[in-house]
Nanobody
Framework: QVQLVESGGGLVQAGGSLSLSCAAS??????????MGWYRQAPGKQRELVAT???????NYADSVKGRFTISRGNAKNTVYLQMNSLKPEDTAVYYC????????????WGQGTQVTVSS
């Protein structure tokens, strides 16, 4: 069973920075198909993509965070980080780590979520 453990988050003033990390543990099959990413969900809104990174380190960002957020991997490939700079009140949300792999079929795992609050 794959588990995702997130850390980081908290309260910061607008313009500040925060970093999130997520470590995947357990048996991960077809590791080269792994895509890790961050999603967020604000109150009353649907969960939305923030950023993703593939096993080969190809990244993808939501337009709303481009130039402010950076997603990266650890050397072991099973840890993903999200550096968030120039934070805005509209970035306030619960941030979730997501792992997707393909092994005969698609498997998707989610972390428990971590709160990020940006005050104006």
């Amino acid at each position: 069973q794959v588990q995702l453990v997130e850390s980081g988050g908290g309260l910061v003033q607008a313009g500040g920075s925060l970093s999130l990390s997520c470590a995947a543990s357990g048996r991960i099959a077809s590791i080269t198909t792994m895509v890790m990413g961050w999603y967020r969900q604000a109150p009353g809104k649907q969960r939305e993509l923030v950023a993703t990174i593939t096993y080969s380190d190809t990244t993808n960002y939501a337009d709303s965070v481009k130039g402010r957020f950076t997603i990266s991997r650890g050397n072991a490939k099973n840890t993903v980080y999200l550096q968030m700079n120039s934070l805005k009140p509209e970035d306030t949300a619960v941030y979730y780590c997501r792992l997707r792999i393909f092994s005969n079929r698609e498997y998707v795992y989610w972390g428990q979520g971590t709160q990020v609050t940006v005050s104006s």
